[in-house]
């Protein structure tokens, strides 16, 4: 048995370890660049040819792949998934135990393998030209056997692996990644799959709080902060301060004409101003959202830089129907 050598043996400076990382990031990046160039000479026909081969499906896509492909074919059927073309990822070990059977003739195959030679794939390949499914193979060899087997190929261009031994997939398998992130993409954008299409599929954590509504979140009519033009600040002073939302809706009756913010009050801060009206103070015309805005497009609009807010009425047809404060935004996980 050979003994393996530990970490200790060789002490290693940051300067050492920081010029490593650099290395592997500027051959992956290299990688990276041969992919695109490639796409602009060649591989771009064959990508295009994939995807209308898996958009044009009736039924899923089946991805599948060994050891590290099979990881980054994990990756690709999960995004595929999560942005509107449904897909699962079919382990080739366990394909020939009983899960060809989750491969139809209404389905597209996605297969990875670098060299082309994944013994594992046998069975998907087999399954799939027996039920004549459409196959498109992702792998660095164009006359390969899972390419020849293949009715699209998308050749890989070759480029070092980051692995000083040119062992460990790293190069390679980024370059995997990011043409599956690109078919996924291509497949999002030509089915007009939009955020709310997204919110559906992400109910939960950070992404599921920024695409919640801002009917979700705001308050209710019961808790709005509004007065007439002809209130006087004395009165409209109060009702800002009662409902503590840091501002001021001012209407004519039903339509939402401006707003007051407590930075309007540091404004027009003078001896007189409880004297003035709410239509002296108000800010016309102030910026609303519809109840159906995604909750992030809300905060964005409340961040704008000429002119940030804390709170942000919400209307429609011009009447005020509920109002959402920063605070809101930012208690249910919207960053």
């Given at each position: 048995m050979v003994a393996l050598k530990s970490l200790g043996d060789h002490p290693l400076s940051d300067t050492v370890l920081i010029d490593s990382a650099l290395r592997t990031l500027d051959l992956e990046q290299a990688g990276l660049t041969a992919l695109r160039e490639a796409l602009s000479n060649g591989l771009g026909?064959?990508?295009?040819?994939?995807?209308?081969?898996?958009?044009?499906?009736?039924?899923?896509?089946?991805?599948?792949?060994?050891?590290?492909?099979?990881?980054?074919?994990?990756?690709?059927?999960?995004?595929?998934?999560?942005?509107?073309?449904?897909?699962?990822?079919?382990?080739?070990?366990?394909?020939?135990?009983?899960?060809?059977?989750?491969?139809?003739?209404?389905?597209v195959v996605i297969t990875l393998s670098w060299s082309g030679e994944t013994a594992e794939l046998r069975s998907v390949v087999e399954h799939a030209a027996r039920f004549r499914v459409p196959m498109v193979a992702i792998t660095s060899s164009a006359d390969s056997t899972l390419?020849?087997?293949?009715?699209?190929?998308?050749?890989?261009?070759?480029?070092?692996?980051?692995?000083?031994?040119?062992?460990?997939?790293?190069?390679?398998?980024?370059?995997?990644?990011?043409?599956?992130?690109?078919?996924?993409?291509?497949?999002?954008?030509?089915?007009?799959?939009?955020?709310?299409?997204?919110?559906?599929?992400?109910?939960?954590?950070q992404l599921g709080a920024q695409l919640r509504f801002v009917s979700d979140l705001m308050?209710?009519?019961?808790?709005?902060?509004?007065?007439?033009?002809?209130?006087?600040?004395?009165?409209?002073?109060?009702?800002?301060?009662?409902?503590?939302?840091?501002?001021?809706?001012?209407?004519?009756?039903?339509?939402?004409?401006?707003?007051?913010?407590?930075?309007?009050?540091?404004?027009?801060?003078?001896?007189d101003l409880l004297g003035k009206s709410a239509g002296d103070i108000m800010t016309p015309a102030p910026k609303t959202v519809a109840p159906d805005t995604l909750a992030s497009e809300a905060l964005a609009i409340m961040n704008l830089r000429e002119r940030p807010f804390t709170a942000l009425f919400v209307v429609e047809k011009d009447r005020p129907v509920g109002i959402v404060h920063v605070h809101d935004l930012l208690r249910a996980g919207v960053a």
């Open positions: 026909e064959a990508f295009a040819a994939a995807a209308r081969l898996v958009r044009d499906a009736r039924g899923r896509v089946i991805v599948s792949g060994m050891g590290k492909s099979g990881h980054v074919g994990q990756k690709l059927a999960a995004t595929l998934a999560s942005t509107g073309t449904p897909a699962y990822f079919v382990h080739p070990s366990e394909a020939s135990h009983g899960d060809l059977g989750m491969i139809t003739a209404d389905d390419a020849t087997a293949a009715d699209v190929v998308l050749a890989l261009p070759k480029s070092p692996e980051a692995c000083p031994h040119g062992l460990a997939p790293t190069t390679s398998t980024v370059m995997q990644l990011a043409l599956g992130d690109a078919l996924a993409i291509a497949l999002l954008e030509s089915k007009g799959f939009t955020a709310r299409d997204f919110k559906v599929l992400h109910p939960g954590g308050h209710g009519e019961d808790r709005l902060p509004l007065a007439a033009p002809d209130t006087p600040m004395a009165e409209a002073i109060v009702v800002m301060t009662e409902k503590s939302l840091g501002c001021l809706g001012v209407t004519d009756g039903t339509r939402l004409i401006g707003i007051i913010t407590d930075g309007d009050l540091r404004r027009h801060m003078s001896t």
